[in-house]
């Protein structure tokens, strides 16, 4: 009975998702090339740099056609291959943020890489691949591979910095007080925000590995960084209602980001925090100097990892995913890590492409992508955990945006949100 | 007329009938079924009673939803329903340029709800948008700027009336067309008995208006009640969920949050929501004296 009606919920969703409602069997050919649906969420300079690629892959070869669909941001792309998979229309590659990874893997969606041709010759940066950006994952088969990577980090206008004679904040005080100079009230009630941050769980993770916090414990239970995760919201809190020096959150996801980085560029915020993955399009867009610093500390340096990684579909023909995997495979060389980084800001993910770039003298003429790349030393692992995207999504951002907007107290809310995780989805 | 058979009522009745199974009674009880679950599309259901409406109901996050969805659609009906009357007052003359100032202002409804939204984002942006500088204005000299749409006390105001904006011209075609239609000779015979403009309008105009009111209520009702484009576009249901209605937050809970049986716990509420508001508007609606209507 159970079956029959999810069947026909699945042949529904199939139908309405893509107006066919059955799963692919067989695998697609276009003029005679077998076809390769790639489902990407990059806009702008992003999507310009990955269709440039996909097209040289497409040209530099006449068995395999990669179609790259847009599918809207990180999270649009993920409901949308969520309910692609459930329909059984999923494409066959596609690429999500690290923190779904363990889910997904858990839900049986995505194929082991391990066998594939190759899979364990690529010199992939540890931090940044999956056994080195997850703990506790060395026994999990890849499922993930490394493709826009990034992690947090600060981006000063470097003008408002020497006027002020201050350096980039080292600690969370330093960050107080260097917030403090940088902020400017004109009598008119324009105010130029001494420091800017998307409240968001990315940044939140940060502060709790600096404060010496894990999500989740040794033992599986999801802690939110205990005191740590409380002093993270506490100081958001302070920053913003009582030194009145951090620009008020200005909405969720992508949009508080981009509003960050507008409102940086316009001159409206004198230092951030961002992603790496903003290095060259702020460098060029800014009509000041831009300079990078690591996130401050406060009893030790962490960051987590962000971006995205690669992911083929278990359910798709096995000819389409042996040639997913091959141009998977074609971009993690260091011809295309490179010019993709490069031309990004995102990480570069093999050691050969670091090896090189270095060889070539880039980290020289670009220090701060050195920044970003020496912060890697500092990273964090995310927790392998299936619940992870959801305590993310579900039980903290909201409550983060909460907390500093209306001044609840930490204790209460992360005393909610813990109980929350414990209780089943 | 009598039907040749009794089957054949049914049979005229079978197509709108089959759609309406098939795509609302089918779905909402596979909805219900579906909130006993804890199921996230991918991974096999798992029975956990009635612990989704508990935990919705516990941390009183329906409650909130459900009350700035009300909230909402009275700022949205009402303010909907008076600006498009008052505007079809004031349109409601012959001439050329009348005829440019309806189409211009009916123009907002035609457009998408999408670049409405986009729209008035800039328009509201507190740095440089042209609204956000005239709030700031009228705080005067000195006041901070205000993100309406970051702050919790404004920002559900602000696509409230950001709604007025679009759904106000439909309103005043509507009332237009009624107010175009009641008999000349109705108003001059109260004028001859002495009725000035307001008392005109209040017992002649009025009374003629109620049907075409109610029809307006009802549309902007159901419209304010599936705002959807709107949140997502503007505010994706912050800052602090103060603008998280009933339809975002299911869409939220199944695409964002992976949870399908809170969902559809969401969707039951709102479903006994509607038909109790609907069956309250019809008892109104039959309870009113049938001249009038």
């Not at chain 1, 000063?156 to 260097?178: H, I, Q, S």
């Not at chain 1, 915020?269 to 290095?279: D, G, L, R």
């Not at chain 1, 060259?280 to 800014?286: G, N, P, S, T, W």
């Amino acid at each position: 009975m159970i079956a029959t009606r999810r069947d026909v919920i699945r042949a529904l969703g199939a139908f309405a998702l893509a107006g066919a409602g059955c799963r692919r069997e067989r695998p697609a050919y276009r003029d005679g090339r077998l076809v390769v649906t790639f489902w990407y969420a990059f806009g702008d300079v992003v999507r310009k740099v990955l269709l440039e690629l996909v097209a040289r892959y497409n040209a530099s070869q006449d068995r395999v056609l990669v179609d790259a669909v847009h599918q809207g941001d990180y999270f649009e792309a993920l409901a949308k291959l969520r309910a692609a998979l459930a329909a059984g229309t999923a494409p066959t590659l596609s690429h999500v943020v690290c923190e779904v990874l363990p889910y997904l893997s858990r839900a049986g969606v995505l194929e082991p890489l391990d066998g594939y041709d190759g899979a364990g010759d690529i010199p992939f940066v540890r931090a940044l691949d999956q056994r080195g950006a997850f703990a506790g994952a060395d026994g999990e088969p890849r499922v993930g591979v490394p493709f826009n990577r990034s992690t947090p980090i600060v981006f000063a206008n470097a003008n408002m910095l020497a006027d002020e004679r201050v350096a980039p904040p080292r600690t969370w005080d330093d960050l107080v007080e260097v917030a403090h100079r940088l902020t400017k009230r004109s009598s008119s009630g324009d105010v130029r925000w001494g420091f800017g941050v998307p409240i968001s769980w990315w940044y939140w993770a940060a502060m709790v590995g600096q404060g010496g916090g894990r999500l989740v414990e040794a033992d599986g239970r999801v802690s939110l960084g205990g005191a740590s995760g409380e002093e993270a919201i506490r100081f958001w809190q302070r920053l913003v209602q009582v030194e009145r020096v951090m620009r008020p959150p200005p909405g969720r996801d992508y949009q508080a980001w981009q509003s960050n980085s507008e409102s940086f560029l316009r001159g409206g915020v004198a230092m951030m925090w961002s992603t790496t993955a903003y290095v060259r399009y702020l460098e060029d867009a800014a009509r000041f100097p831009v300079v990078a610093a690591p996130l401050p500390r406060r009893v030790r340096a962490s960051v987590p990892t962000g971006g995205t990684m690669f992911v083929v579909i278990r359910g798709a023909p096995a000819e389409e995913k042996r040639a997913a995997w091959d141009f998977v495979r074609w971009m993690c060389e260091d011809e295309q890590t490179i010019a993709w980084s490069t031309r990004t800001g995102y990480m570069p993910v093999t050691r050969t492409a670091v090896r090189r770039l270095e060889a070539d003298g880039w980290y020289r003429n670009h220090p701060n992508d050195r920044v970003a790349y020496d912060q890697l030393a500092d990273v964090d692992p995310w927790p392998w955990a299936p619940d992870l995207f959801r305590v993310e999504r579900d039980i903290v951002e909201p409550r983060l945006e909460d907390a500093v907007l209306t001044g609840r107290d930490a204790h209460a809310l992360m005393d909610e949100a813990r109980d929350e995780a414990r209780r089943p989805a | 007329m009598r039907p040749r058979s009794r089957w054949h009522p049914w049979g005229m009745l079978a197509p709108s009938l089959v759609l309406l199974v098939a795509f609302f009674i089918v779905p909402i009880g596979v909805a219900a079924y579906e909130s006993f679950f804890s199921w996230d599309l991918l991974t096999p259901p798992r029975f956990v009673g009635t612990a989704n409406y508990r935990a919705l109901f516990g941390h009183g996050e329906l409650l909130h939803v459900a009350l700035r969805t009300l909230g909402y659609s009275a700022i949205v009906v009402t303010g909907t329903m008076s600006l498009g009357l008052a505007m079809a007052l004031l349109v409601d003359r012959p001439g050329a340029f009348m005829a440019f100032v309806r189409a211009s202002i009916f123009s907002a409804y035609v457009v998408s709800w999408v670049a409405v939204a986009l729209l008035w984002m800039w328009m509201l942006d507190g740095d440089s948008g042209i609204v956000g500088q005239a709030i700031r204005a009228l705080r005067g000299p000195g006041a901070p700027v205000l993100s309406v749409l970051g702050e919790p006390r404004w920002a559900l105001v602000a696509l409230a009336v950001v709604s007025v904006w679009k759904l106000a011209g439909y309103a005043m075609i509507i009332f237009l067309a009624e107010l175009q239609s009641i008999p000349r000779s109705l108003l001059e015979a109260a004028a001859l008995d002495g009725a000035g403009a307001w008392p005109r309008f209040r017992h002649v105009t009025m009374p003629l208006l109620m049907p075409t009111a109610a029809f307006v209520g009802t549309t902007t009702l159901v419209t304010s009640f599936q705002a959807f484009d709107v949140v997502r576009i503007m505010t994706q249901g912050g800052p602090a969920r103060a603008t998280e209605l009933f339809v975002y937050a299911i869409y939220e809970q199944i695409f964002l949050d992976l949870s399908v049986g809170r969902a559809s716990a969401i969707t039951v509420v709102f479903f006994a929501m509607l038909l109790a508001i609907a069956g309250l508007q019809l008892r109104v609606w039959r309870s009113r004296d049938p001249v009038v209507r």
